[in-house]
């Protein structure tokens, strides 16, 4: 498959239409010594540059952006020269794609030559390179990244993202078909940015598209898949935008899995607009645990099927069963009892997972039970994690050997502790410990 763009400027502008389109406001790391260094360097032999895609959205809705990109028609090798000349670490990032990273200070610039793809297979593109910025931001993937700016904060918008991002559009750059045939994971990123910038109704051209090229999904890695899938469950609106991904049929091509989107939506209110007290962010794999509601062998499958970290597997097993959780009218005695046993992240995960099963199991929860999990909720993240106060060396100061008794009157002992509700003091287990046997090879 090959694609192409227009060269630079062919349309005529008129008077009103006339780049640039728009003025940057204040904005903090345009003035950074680092960004201006990085600018100067890049422009030291009258070349020019700006910045590109999402630092440019990112500041027009006051936002701090994660990277810092920049553009240039100059191919890699002066790219180099020119950091270099300047005294600016260089890190040949991606090459093959034009793409260099200047690191100064604490903070990195990726640097990309201007491109046009050659060709392209649904996951990887051939490219060449341009001195054409029209041409460059006619291979994004959406009007709202297809956004540049000048180092004095002048921006240029060829495909209307400006007004989309007012709108909270997201609109695929030219036809969604050709944009998603040249890379399947512009379906999952669809949704992403939609999750993130976009206001209903969605683009029912982007979704046709999406519906009808959904099975390409299944060509993509799982880690590439799993990053979107995450990206879309820390946003708000990862309810809704899952729903709108199973109604085009894309949600069974990566997690089919999910159902519970009731309880996830009670989660998600409790997290950001419910009363539970600071402490609690949002959390993408406790979100997957909630839409999930299944069982822990389905979620280490999942889990293994969306390559995901060996702690974040961890959990979502854990999370997929929640009979452990204390009951909320057990008071502090169970809560001590379930943070000794599970740990402190552990038990408020589930006590938010069960709240939200309940929620959506009963629409409203009666205002006492409401305050039984809130107080629960507010005792899991302020008791102190309570510690077992005895260790084996105590009973082999008091007359045991090493083995099979010690460990059993151990776990004897740990028993009465949290049966105590965790209040037991070292003197007070100690003064109930049982005599050991005479005969070591006993009971």
């Given at each position: 498959?090959?694609?192409?763009?227009?060269?630079?400027?062919?349309?005529?502008?008129?008077?009103?239409?006339?780049?640039?389109?728009?003025?940057?406001?204040?904005?903090?790391?345009?003035?950074?010594?680092?960004?201006?260094?990085?600018?100067?360097?890049?422009?030291?032999?009258?070349?020019?540059?700006?910045?590109?895609g999402?630092?440019?959205?990112?500041?027009?809705?006051?936002?701090?952006?994660?990277?810092?990109?920049?553009?240039?028609?100059?191919?890699?090798?002066?790219?180099?020269?020119?950091?270099?000349?300047?005294?600016?670490?260089?890190?040949?990032?991606?090459l093959?794609?034009?793409?260099?990273?200047?690191?100064v200070?604490?903070?990195?610039?990726?640097?990309?030559?201007?491109?046009?793809?050659?060709?392209?297979?649904?996951?990887?593109?051939?490219?060449?390179?341009?001195?054409?910025?029209?041409?460059?931001?006619?291979?994004?993937d959406?009007?709202?990244?297809?956004?540049?700016?000048?180092?004095?904060?002048?921006?240029?918008?060829?495909?209307?993202?400006?007004?989309?991002?007012?709108?909270?559009?997201?609109?695929?750059?030219?036809?969604?078909?050709?944009?998603?045939?040249?890379?399947?994971?512009?379906?999952?990123?669809?949704?992403?940015?939609?999750?993130r910038?976009?206001?209903?109704?969605?683009?029912?051209?982007?979704?046709?598209?999406c519906?009808?090229?959904?099975?390409?999904?299944?060509?993509?890695?799982?880690?590439?898949?799993?990053?979107?899938?995450?990206?879309?469950?820390e946003?708000?609106?990862?309810?809704?935008?899952?729903?709108?991904?199973?109604?085009?049929?894309?949600?069974?091509?990566?997690?089919?899995e999910?159902?519970?989107?009731?309880?996830?939506?009670?989660?998600?209110?409790?997290?950001?607009?419910?009363?539970?007290?600071?402490?609690?962010?949002?959390?993408?794999?406790?979100?997957?645990a909630?839409?999930?509601?299944?069982?822990?062998?389905?979620?280490?499958?999942?889990?293994?099927?969306?390559?995901?970290?060996?702690?974040?597997m961890?959990?979502?097993?854990v999370?997929?069963?929640?009979?452990?959780?204390?009951?909320?009218?057990?008071?502090?005695?169970?809560?001590?009892?379930?943070?000794?046993?599970?740990g402190?992240?552990?038990?408020?995960?589930?006590?938010?997972l069960?709240?939200?099963?309940?929620?959506?199991?009963?629409?409203?929860?009666?205002?006492?039970?409401?305050?039984?999990?809130?107080?629960?909720?507010?005792l899991?993240?302020?008791?102190?994690?309570?510690?077992?106060?005895?260790k084996?060396?105590?009973?082999?100061?008091?007359?045991?050997?090493?083995?099979?008794?010690?460990?059993?009157?151990?776990?004897?002992?740990?028993?009465?502790?949290?049966?105590?509700?965790?209040?037991?003091?070292?003197?007070?287990?100690?003064?109930?410990?049982?005599?050991?046997?005479?005969?070591?090879?006993?009971?």
């Amino acid at each position: 498959m090959t694609a192409s763009a227009p060269e630079e400027p062919r349309r005529v502008w008129s008077r009103r239409e006339r780049p640039p389109w728009g003025q940057l406001g204040p904005v903090p790391w345009l003035s950074w010594p680092e960004t201006r260094a990085v600018v100067d360097a890049l422009q030291a032999e009258g070349s020019t540059v700006r910045f590109v895609g999402g630092c440019v959205r990112d500041a027009l809705l006051g936002v701090m952006p994660r990277d810092i990109d920049l553009a240039t028609p100059d191919p890699p090798d002066t790219v180099i020269h020119l950091l270099e000349q300047a005294g600016l670490r260089c890190i040949p990032t991606g090459l093959q794609h034009g793409t260099v990273t200047a690191r100064v200070g604490d903070h990195s610039f990726e640097i990309t030559t201007l491109r046009e793809d050659v060709e392209t297979d649904g996951r990887h593109a051939v490219v060449k390179w341009s001195s054409c910025w029209m041409a460059d931001a006619a291979r994004r993937d959406f009007t709202i990244n297809a956004l540049s700016a000048t180092p004095d904060g002048a921006v240029y918008d060829y495909f209307d993202g400006l007004e989309h991002l007012s709108h909270g559009r997201v609109v695929f750059v030219g036809r969604p078909m050709q944009r998603i045939a040249e890379d399947w994971l512009r379906i999952l990123r669809f949704f992403r940015f939609y999750a993130r910038f976009g206001r209903p109704p969605a683009s029912a051209g982007a979704l046709s598209a999406c519906q009808a090229l959904a099975p390409h999904l299944k060509e993509l890695s799982a880690e590439r898949i799993r990053d979107e899938l995450i990206g879309i469950l820390e946003t708000p609106a990862c309810t809704d935008v899952l729903l709108l991904m199973r109604g085009a049929r894309v949600l069974e091509q990566v997690l089919p899995e999910a159902g519970a989107f009731g309880r996830l939506r009670q989660l998600v209110f409790l997290e950001t607009r419910g009363l539970v007290m600071d402490g609690v962010e949002p959390d993408p794999v406790r979100r997957l645990a909630a839409v999930l509601h299944t069982d822990p062998h389905t979620a280490m499958q999942v889990a293994r099927r969306l390559r995901l970290s060996s702690h974040q597997m961890q959990r979502l097993s854990v999370l997929s069963d929640i009979t452990p959780c204390p009951d909320p009218d057990g008071g502090e005695p169970l809560l001590l009892q379930a943070l000794f046993s599970l740990g402190r992240k552990t038990v408020v995960d589930m006590i938010l997972l069960v709240w939200s099963s309940e929620r959506d199991g009963e629409h409203r929860l009666c205002p006492r039970r409401s305050a039984l999990w809130q107080r629960a909720l507010d005792l899991a993240l302020s008791l102190p994690v309570p510690s077992f106060p005895l260790k084996g060396r105590d009973l082999l100061a008091n007359g045991y050997r090493s083995g099979p008794l010690l460990g059993q009157e151990l776990a004897r002992l740990q028993g009465e502790w949290l049966h105590s509700g965790c209040r037991l003091d070292r003197a007070a287990l100690l003064s109930s410990l049982r005599p050991p046997s005479p005969d070591p090879e006993a009971g």
